[in-house]
């Protein structure tokens, strides 16, 4: 078969992983940037049971395999009455393991916007809180956008390994599409474009809001 | 001459130490309404912790503090107190992503809970108050350090204070940009703001100081109106201390 013929005959089960694969990396993206915001804050202003708290979390989600993790909460959970479907699983793994790392990178985002910012907060009236809200965050929400992005493209290519727990995203399609054709190079070819084609699309995107948020004459030195 | 006016800011018996160093040791003094004050000293001597000790952002280790009639230290709600005392710092410290004019106006919106639009047109007068009445739309990053002490100053007059607190205001700044801060700063204390500044511009503590304070090594050494601490100290420390400064930077020396 030609690569051509391959994509004819794999677009439709291909498109459908692509789906899954999309809902997968978007909602562990959300739901990874919340739990990394509570981490973050709790790590960097929490009173000290919070933030060895969060510290501990984010430590030991970084320091074991995410594959770990996932077999964990799909093969582990059952046995204690939790049943969760293969995508269900699969979030719940992604967002856990994606908010660890955005906690570090959101870390160190509001930890390098300089401590005169809050010094003036406080100073002019403000409570720590609106402090936070107010003048830290805006500013290290775009300082985190960088890192952030990069953040998303690993979660976007890491969904791939939620195959072996069967969720049937792209990998699981091209596995199964090569299964039958046995076009093993050019049907995994394709899931390696298509794969690309979305992470150029999102680093774009993301690079497109970095340059809208932009501060006027304002440049982050590292 | 001020002395019927009523006492802004009282300051009793102030200690602060940082682990083993022990850096306010015992500071009094008071200010009335309406009166500048230019506190000198040199660098180390605890000017900067004393400033932000008035406004509890360096808690002190014991003594007292009032604003007016409340006292500040072992107040709850610091931060209602807070909005009563402006504080102008050496780097400014502008809220980097926000305007000239959102700089000036988020206090209002965020801490006095006004409408964005009376906030706004209150904003745009403290600017105008300080020059830069154009600049509104400018971020700090586009504006020279001079432009962005005035924008910090306007910021602490929106609040309306009852005391603005000056830490050396103008070292951060290039020479030539040092005369329009000194400006908007007398123009202030000419309209009868109350003001304790940290600075070493002795031009301007002899035209607007109502006092002088001289601190060292934690205690406050000597304190008088500039005319008679400047030509004649009664204390050999503050002379020294002053020649050196006109030594360093001639006779309207400058830090
Ligand atoms: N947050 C702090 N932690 C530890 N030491 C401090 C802190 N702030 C000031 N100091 C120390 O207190 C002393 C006085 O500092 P400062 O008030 O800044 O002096 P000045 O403003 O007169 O130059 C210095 O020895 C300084 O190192
Ligand atoms: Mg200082």
Redesign the pocket.
Same mark, same amino acid.
């Given at each position: 078969m030609t690569f051509w013929q391959v994509i004819q005959q794999s677009w439709s089960p291909m498109l459908d992983g692509l789906q899954v694969t999309m809902q997968l990396t978007l909602l562990s993206i959300v739901f990874g940037l919340a739990l990394g915001l509570f981490l973050a804050l709790g790590k960097v202003y929490g009173w000290k049971p919070l933030r060895w708290f969060c510290t501990a979390f984010i430590e030991i989600i970084r320091g074991t395999p995410l594959l770990v993790q996932i077999f964990i909460i799909y093969f582990g959970l059952p046995p204690y009455g939790i049943r969760l479907s293969p995508l269900e699983a699969a979030v719940i793994a992604f967002s856990i393991n994606s908010g660890a790392y955005q906690a570090e990178y959101l870390r160190g985002a509001i930890q390098s916007i300089p401590s005169g910012q809050m010094q003036a907060a406080l100073s002019m009236g403000m409570t720590p809180w609106q402090g936070v809200i107010s003048i830290i965050m805006p500013q290290a929400l775009r300082r985190v956008i960088p890192p952030w992005t990069n953040e998303f493209i690993y979660l976007l290519k890491y969904t791939s390994l939620a195959y072996i727990i069967g969720t049937p995203e792209l990998m699981a399609q091209a596995r199964f599409v090569a299964s039958r054709n046995y076009e093993y190079f050019q049907t995994y070819l394709f899931a390696a474009l298509i794969y690309l084609s979305i992470v150029l699309v999102f680093s774009e995107f993301f690079g497109w809001v970095e340059r809208k948020f932009r501060i006027p004459g304002f440049e982050f030195h590292k | 001459m001020n002395k019927e006016k009523e006492i802004v800011l009282r300051i009793e018996d102030v200690h @602060?130490s940082? +682990?083993e160093?022990h =850096?306010?040791r015992g500071v009094s003094m008071g200010i009335r309404r309406g009166e500048t004050k230019i506190l000198i000293?040199?660098?180390?001597?605890? @000017?900067? *912790? &004393? &400033? *932000?000790c008035i406004n509890m952002l *360096?808690p002190p280790d014991a003594g007292k503090i009032w604003l007016l009639e409340d006292e500040i230290t072992g107040s709850k709600r610091v931060n209602l107190l807070r909005q009563k005392i402006g504080f102008v710092f050496q780097d400014f410290s502008l809220f980097n992503h926000l305007t000239a004019l959102g700089n000036v106006s988020i206090g209002l919106t965020k801490v006095k809970g006004m409408d964005r639009k009376k906030a706004r047109k209150k904003a745009l007068e403290e600017l105008k108050q300080v020059g830069l009445e154009e600049k509104a739309s400018s971020y700090p990053a586009q504006l020279s350090g001079g432009q962005k002490q005035r924008v910090a100053i306007a910021r602490a007059l929106a609040m309306d204070p009852q005391l603005i607190l000056f830490?050396?205001p103008t070292s951060a700044l290039d020479p030539e940009l040092i005369g329009e801060v000194l400006g908007v700063m007398k123009k202030l204390a000419n309209q009868g703001m109350t003001m304790l500044v =940290?600075s070493h511009e002795m031009g301007f503590a002899r035209s607007v100081a109502d006092e002088v304070i001289f601190?060292e090594g +934690?205690v406050i050494v000597e304190q008088g109106p500039p005319a008679q601490l400047f030509s004649s100290p009664k204390v050999e420390r503050t002379g020294q201390f002053l020649s050196r400064l006109s030594g360093l930077f001639g006779e309207e020396g400058e830090k």
């Open positions: - | @602060k940082f +682990g160093n =850096v306010l000293g040199p660098s180390g001597t605890g @000017k900067s *912790t &004393l &400033l *932000t *360096t830490d050396e =940290v601190m +934690g």
